[in-house]
């Protein structure tokens, strides 16, 4: 049963990346290659109309975790308080940038919700990535201090930084040069998935350019995945084992391989969709391939003392994770029947579409 | 670890303040909304379908500021409140992940599909998104509800060794005797609210004298819906949830009463008076006797346990605070009774439209139902303390064990900071849209 949970929270974790991914990634897109305004209008729209609904996958995860891993979702949330914090305000930036840049027509106006839209969407794609990189090296659970643990069971606190910026430290912060690089990662994936979402949902001028931006990222994004492979065996030893033990674990890296792969040959393509679905599989790739390597693991101990969070050591009650499988799988159900409604009714480009009131 | 507390609640409690303003408008404005657009299907008078549609705009600011105040709250769970997390996860996550799952996602699809899909649906389709965005509103207070419900009156669990609690009847969460009256009050006051902005928009107009059309239609449904709502949230709904505190809480219900000693022949109901704390008595008070044994037993002289009867540590530790949000929310509710029917009154006789000293009051009536709604939440909140479950767990055995005063602290006053800003902008774009009125539609 903490399987199925494990693996439903997966999936709503990777449909929100997937989703909102884009999002962050058009700010990102908006910030950098946008220059002319009706470039930065219609970039902006193509977010905007579906930021909200992309959203709501971030609240399901988050109440999804809380229901079934409850002690997991505890000590993480209060573990890395600070960039939590920090997210939510940056979540707030991006969308009131969104929501608000159209609804007076001055420049002062717009150019400061741009900014704001985008500046958040960049930090926010950082962040994610920071925390992914953070969940794979793991945390010193329960805060052992000189061998002795301070906190009861597995309840921590992160600073943001250690002086060092070492992940190999008793104490590692919340961003070190193993953080930074998987944040980096995530960074040229979103924007990656945000070109390609809006060469596919827009008319924009830009979009010819923004194949050339792909394919450049693509390489830089190559580079870092081989980087990453060779410092995550010094931050987790352990992360290939999985891969060893389970074979068909390997499905998983090559999804993302298949992402990488395919969006080399971007400036060939001649259908808009398909760009979108190897970034698409980029991140699905990215994600499953992380969460593979540690599981059962939630959350590694960099201590001796602690164990780590596993999805076994921090469940509910055997009825409580069945009931809600019951109403989940009609909630699934239901979610998907919203959003193919949503995608079809709203589908095709954006430029022609009413937004902005 | 006093003040680690401290800011805990004062953080919880102003975002949550500041959230909840915004959910309160949206739910009952659905209701409007769906009424707007059921009227314009009926008559085909373009004037309701281009009500329906400015409100709508009205509701797409406010649910902005719903979505983005309170993704916050479900994080604060888990940073600031770690602890009970971990322990009571296992089943108000149960409410709260359905709150996501069933009420939230509905609301944001088709929201975008009510304000950007009219050309691309039939009316009769247009009007089922509106309808399927007013369920989804609804649903959701019906799922935060249970989950508070449960915190202040908890069935269907088991504690483990650990400490935990965990489910141990799903059921019974949507049967606890205390969701349904909380519910239904609670909707009803968010009908109040939205109506009372309705009517003020509405008066606003004919002040102003321009879009009197509109004006008039506002005023007239917003006082239609003003007067039944305001008579149900304090009757049967507001009565069944007092006896309710009476039967689950004796000791909150004591404190709002302000019932400082226990009378052996029946209650007295305050109408005014100050706690005075240190003597244990009520200042300048003003009271009738025996009506609050009637009013709660249906027996004059039944007698109604005071705070002398309970354990100190069994009061709610604010009792001032407890008992002025209460009052304060039974007396508005009682005001707002009586301007609706004086509305009517003249509605009724035709000269509400040019009445100017009443446009007035009803213009500027407006914040007033959002401060009875946030007073009745306190008194809800308050009455639960020094608990976070009722009875079972202790609000300062539910903080984050690791995060420190210092952390609280700054983070509350960047949220505060935060949420000054989105006030304005909130209060800018509603502003243009309402100075716009209903005619400037674009679709």
Known sequence: ?357 | MEDMLFYDRLQFAFTITFHYIFPQLTMGLSLMIVFFKWKYLRNNDEKYNNAAKFFMKIFAVNFTMGVVTGIPMEFQFGTNWAKFSELTGGIIGQTLAMEGMFSFFLESSFLALFIFGEKLMGQKLHFLTGFLVFLGSWASGWFILATNAWMQHPVGYEVLENGKFVLENFSALFTNPWLLPAFLHNQLASVVTSSFVVASIGAFYLLRKKQVEYGKLFLKTGVIFGLVSSLLVAFPTGDWNAKNVAKYQPAAFAAMEGIFETEEAGAEIVLVGQPNMVEKKLDNKIAVPNILSFLTHQDWNKQIPGMDQFKKEELPDNIPALYYSYHIMVGLGTIFIGVMLLSLFFLWRRKLYTLKPLLWVIMFLVPFPYIANLTGWYTAELGRQPYLVYGLLKTSDGISPTVSSGNTLFTLLGFVALYMLLGLLFLVLVGKTINEGPKHQKH
């Open chain 1, 1 to 357: 049963m903490e399987i199925f949970w494990y693996i439903i929270i997966a999936i709503v974790l990777a449909v929100f990346f997937i989703l909102d991914g884009y999002d962050f990634g058009t700010g990102i897109i908006h910030l950098f290659f946008a220059k002319k305004e009706k470039d930065k209008e219609v970039i902006a729209k193509s977010a905007g109309l579906f930021w909200d609904s992309n959203e709501v996958w971030l609240v399901a995860a988050g109440g999804m975790l809380f229901m079934a891993f409850p002690t997991f979702y505890a000590s993480v949330f209060s573990g890395f308080y600070l960039p939590l914090i920090i997210v939510l305000w940056l979540i707030i930036f991006r969308a009131i940038g969104l929501e608000f840049r159209s609804q007076f027509h001055f420049q002062m106006w717009k150019d400061i919700w741009d900014k704001s839209f985008g500046v958040s969407s960049l930090l926010l794609a950082l962040f994610f990535g920071i925390a992914l990189g953070n969940i794979v090296r793991g945390v010193n659970l329960g805060g052992v201090e000189n061998g002795v643990s301070v906190y009861e069971g597995h309840y921590f606190f992160l600073p943001l930084w250690d002086s060092s910026f070492s992940p190999l430290t008793e104490h590692p912060g919340v961003i070190d040069w193993f953080t930074i690089v998987i944040g980096l990662i995530s960074v040229v994936t979103l924007s990656i998935h945000g070109a390609n979402w809006v060469i596919l949902k827009t008319n924009s001028s830009i979009n010819k350019k923004l194949k050339g931006v792909i394919f450049n990222l693509n390489i830089v994004l190559a580079v870092l995945t081989v980087f990453s492979l060779f410092v995550w065996q010094i931050v987790n030893p352990n992360s290939l084992y999985n891969f060893v033990d389970k074979p068909y674990f390997m499905v998983f890296p090559i999804i993302y391989l298949t992402g990488i792969m395919g969006l080399f040959f971007i400036k060939k393509i001649k259908k808009d969709i398909y760009g979108f679905v190897f970034s698409t599989l980029l991140i699905l790739g990215g994600i499953t391939s992380s969460l593979a390597s540690l599981f059962p693991v939630l959350l590694p101990s960099v201590n001796d003392i602690n164990e780590p969070l596993t999805i076994y050591n921090t469940t509910t009650s055997e009825y409580g994770l069945s009931v809600a499988l019951t109403w989940g799988v009609i909630g699934f159900i239901l979610l998907f029947v919203y959003m193919i409604i949503q995608k079809r009714l709203m589908g095709g480009k954006v430029d022609k579409m009413d937004y902005g009131h």
